[in-house]
Structures are given as C-alpha cells and as structure tokens.
Antibody, heavy 115, light 109 residues
Framework: EMQLVESGGGLVNPGGSLRLSCAASGFTFTDSWMAWVRQTPGKGLEWLSRIQSKTAGGTTYYAAPVKDRFTISRDDSKDTLYLQMNGLTTEDTAVYYC??????WGRGTLVTVSS | QAVVTQEPSLTVSPGGTVTLTCASSTGAVTSGHDPNWFQHKPGQPPRALIYNTNNKHSWTPARFSGSLLGDKAALTLSGVQPEDEAEYYCLLYYGAAGVFGGGTKLTVL
C-alpha cells in the first residue's frame, strides 16, 4: 500500500528554521515527482514546491511566497522527501502535506510559528 | 503570482447536479494549465479527483467529471450524494508551478 508519512513539525519561534521529512513506501519513490502543499488555519490549500524525479532531471519549483526561504530535496536512497524552511513567520503556521505529485497525500504535519 | 478564483460556496440537493468553476487572473483557462480538482473533508488529507482537465483517477466516482467551460475549468457532480459535502479545490499550473484556488464549500441540503 502506498504511504507517505510526514514528520518534523512542531513549535518554532519566528525567524527560526525547521526541516520536514516525508517517508515514502509502497511505490517506486525514485521514479516519482513529489510535492509539498500546506493548509493554513481556516484557509485553503497552498501549493509550495515540487521536485522532479532524478531521471527527469531533479529540477525544483517553488511558489513565489516561499521561493527564497524554502528548499525541497530528496534522498532516493532513503525514499525520503524533505522541506527545509528558513526565516519562518507566523504566516507559515499550517499543516504541511507531502504528496506524490498531488495524487497520493500524507496525513500532514503541523507547524506552528509563535513566540 | 496568478490568482485562481472559485465560488466560495454552493448548495445542491441530494440527487441534483452542480458545477463548480475555476478562473485564472491571467485569462482563459486552457488544457495547458493542466487543471486538477481535489476534494477535502475535515480531518482528512485532500483527495485527488481530476487531472489534466477531465481525466479521472481510478478511485474517482463516475458522478464527478471535469471540463473546460467557456474560459474556466469546471467540475460537475451529477447525482450528488450526501457524502459529497466537502471543500473542493482546483489547481492550475503556470509553467511548472501550481496555484490553488480558494476552494468551494459544497453543501448538500
């Protein structure tokens, strides 16, 4: 069964950093394009970032609001996707979802940015 | 960044038909935007319904269909069921970056 399990969320001070992980299983991670999406409290979904499979070139793409602060990466040897988040603000408080190119979704991990 | 607009809310009776739309601030929505549709219920992760304008995933109920309607993308539910009550989001791609619409809260009443 295809599974995506996010981890690494939690409480962080404004200006701080956090790295989210997403452990994948049940499918060929190496061949998959992966993405991160978040949902802020009381608001809708926000597309954040996408990474190609290495065989497709491994190119990364970002939404404008996070382009200079967030970094998506992958470790195919560990079937794991990452999202490094720097310069966090209260606006980044959200549930962060890992997705297999928006088809299969994890259950999300909560990030709270607060002092 | 482009803005994607959806109806904030719609109400439909059980067994009825409803169409949700998705507009782009940059102009007409085309298949080149690779319109996707998602269903999101509280406490659950979003579920993909439609990709590439009108393609269904293997798990997508037959009553859901996607299309282009005028200058917008559209999601039509025919024979609405009570369990279809949810938030629905469209996503459009601008190049390789995606932008979600604000979502449509569908009430089945």
């Amino acid at each position: 069964e295809m599974q995506l399990v996010e981890s690494g969320g939690g409480l962080v001070n404004p200006g701080g950093s956090l790295r989210l992980s997403c452990a994948a299983s049940g499918f060929t991670f190496t061949d998959s394009w992966m993405a991160w999406v978040r949902q802020t409290p009381g608001k809708g979904l926000e597309w954040l970032s996408r990474i190609q499979s290495k065989t497709a070139g491994g190119t990364t793409y970002y939404a404008a609001p996070v382009k200079d602060r967030f970094t998506i990466s992958r470790d195919d040897s560990k079937d794991t996707l990452y999202l490094q988040m720097n310069g966090l603000t209260t606006e980044d408080t959200a549930v962060y979802y890992c997705t297999r190119d928006l088809m299969k979704w994890g259950r999300g991990t909560l990030v709270t940015v607060s002092s | 960044q482009a803005v994607v607009t959806q109806e904030p809310s719609l109400t439909v009776s059980p067994g009825g038909t409803v169409t949700l739309t998705c507009a782009s601030s940059t102009g007409a929505v085309t298949s080149g935007h690779d319109p996707n549709w998602f269903q999101h219920k509280p406490g659950q992760p979003p579920r993909a319904l439609i990709y590439n304008t009108n393609n269904k995933h293997s798990w997508t109920p037959a009553r859901f269909s996607g299309s282009l309607l005028g200058d917008k993308a559209a999601l039509t539910l025919s024979g609405v069921q009570p369990e279809d009550e949810a938030e629905y989001y469209c996503l459009l791609y601008y190049g390789a970056a995606g932008v979600f619409g604000g979502g449509t809260k569908l009430t089945v009443l």
